[in-house]
């Protein structure tokens, strides 16, 4: 942009600051120029041979208005000394002419119509930069690894796959069940993690054992800058006495100790009184039930999991006190599927020769090496149309994982539990035991 495009009493916007309005060229003297911005009474300086201004110039047709707002339809545009003058008929039905100076300054560009027909338009190389940023951002957007790689964890490929697993389904509902040191809280750190990038989960609840409170806080914040507020009584009872409402409403990510919860009965009424999106529960073995009795723990674990869409269940030894203590999280997961502790047992034992024919499935290469008793229980348990595809030879193949999904998805606890071993995962240094002799005590 030469020196000689400014001419004084020329309207011009600034590209950086369109809040300014319409400015007038004050000065053109050598390399420098001077704006004065009449709506926000200030001036600017500018280097003649890169100032970020666009020319104002209006067409015939548009709409304007004078210092005096007196508004009308430019009819015709006239040049005038290197400016233009503007005519029209006011509402009255006047005619009306006055230069550009005169026009009101009190004109902001926010909309890109305005900016667009105001002749405000930016260089090519900015645009392409914006919509390459948009690109990659679309890009991030969907790509199935957002919100899984942006925590500071190790990336070992069995908690990646189970938070992929569970993270894209709607409102999920299920039992982290893996031994100890495998990574439960990072699968579900990454779970709320994605889920919350993705819109799905605003307000979270965790509900651990009271040791535990303070490793739960320090891991979500420090590995998925998730920051969670701890309520206890004593905090509860003080945001009580501001009386600012609910105490659990306070905050969006909120930490509580089940202990904690058991001995304060108007805690539990105001965290059942809260809408929640998402409930984690870690040592859910410690929640005793049975068929003809259940622990006050369980009893409110159970309230909340009823009015809660996603529920997380975490524990290491799902079966630890038998398989009633295994049922009695699985109720918390889906009561109406297990509804019923006897009816469990039986479809258990029901569940082996589905199990062995996952098994065999997986294990073939090709549709053939399948024995027809086996191909003859596929065409039982399998819908009419992915039967059809997975005998076709040359989509076995490719068909192979819907089929063994359907079947988990179907049959047993696919869909609800997820537990790894040690024996499955492999990598992990060799433990060593090391004694130590301590004196006994007299006692």
């Avoid at 003058?85 to 305005?114: A, C, K, W």
């Avoid at 891991?219 to 009872?237: A, G």
């Amino acid at each position: 942009m030469s020196e000689s495009a400014f001419i004084v009493g020329q309207r011009w916007v600034s590209n950086s600051e369109a809040e300014l309005g319409l400015g007038i060229i004050q000065e053109s003297s050598g390399r420098r120029i001077e704006v004065f911005f009449p709506a926000a009474a200030e001036s600017r300086f500018y280097a003649a041979d890169n100032a970020p201004l666009s020319r104002v110039i209006y067409s015939e047709g548009d709409k304007v208005s004078t210092r005096e707002d007196v508004s009308f339809v430019i009819s015709a545009v006239q040049p005038f000394n290197g400016c233009y003058i503007y005519q029209g008929d006011t509402e009255t039905g006047e005619p009306i002419s006055i230069h550009e100076m005169d026009l009101d300054s009190r004109v902001h560009f926010n909309q890109p119509q305005d900016r667009f027909f105001a002749g405000q338009v930016d260089k090519n190389s900015q645009f392409e930069l914006r919509a390459k940023t948009l690109n990659y951002q679309h890009e991030l957007l969907k790509s199935p690894a957002y919100g899984l790689l942006g925590g500071r964890v190790q990336l070992l490929p069995h908690q990646l796959y189970i938070a992929q697993q569970v993270a894209q389904r709607f409102a999920p509902r299920v039992l982290l069940a893996d031994e100890v040191g495998l990574g439960k809280t990072i699968e579900a750190g990454l779970i709320l993690h994605k889920q919350v990038l993705s819109g799905q989960v605003r307000r979270a609840l965790i509900v651990v054992p009271d040791a535990l409170l303070h490793q739960w806080l320090v891991e979500m914040l420090r590995r998925f800058n998730l920051t969670f507020t701890l309520i206890d009584h004593e905090r509860h009872d003080a945001l009580q006495e501001l009386d600012e409402g609910n105490p659990f409403e306070s905050a969006q990510m909120v930490l509580c100790g089940l202990n904690n919860l058991l001995a304060n009965p108007q805690m539990q009424v105001d965290m059942l009184a809260t809408e929640w999106d998402m409930l984690i529960v870690d040592e859910a073995h410690h929640l005793a039930w049975s068929p003809e009795q259940s622990s006050e723990g369980y009893q409110l674990v159970e309230t909340l999991a009823a009015q809660i869409p996603a529920l997380l269940l975490l524990t290491a030894t799902p079966e630890q006190l038998g398989i009633e203590s295994h049922f009695a999280r699985l109720r918390l997961l889906d009561s109406d599927k297990f509804y019923d502790f006897d009816a469990f047992v039986k479809q258990e034992a029901a569940y082996q020769p589905v199990s062995e024919l996952i098994e065999q499935l997986d294990a073939a290469e090709s549709w053939t090496q399948l024995s027809p008793a086996q191909q003859s229980q596929l065409k039982e348990y399998l819908d009419e149309m992915l039967f059809e595809q997975l005998s076709a030879e040359e989509a076995y193949i490719d068909t192979k994982v819907d089929a063994i999904q359907q079947l988990l998805d179907r049959h047993g606890t696919g869909r609800v539990l997820y537990r790894n071993t040690r024996d499955v995962v492999k990598g992990f240094p060799n433990r060593l035991l090391h004694q130590y002799e301590l004196p006994l005590p007299d006692a």
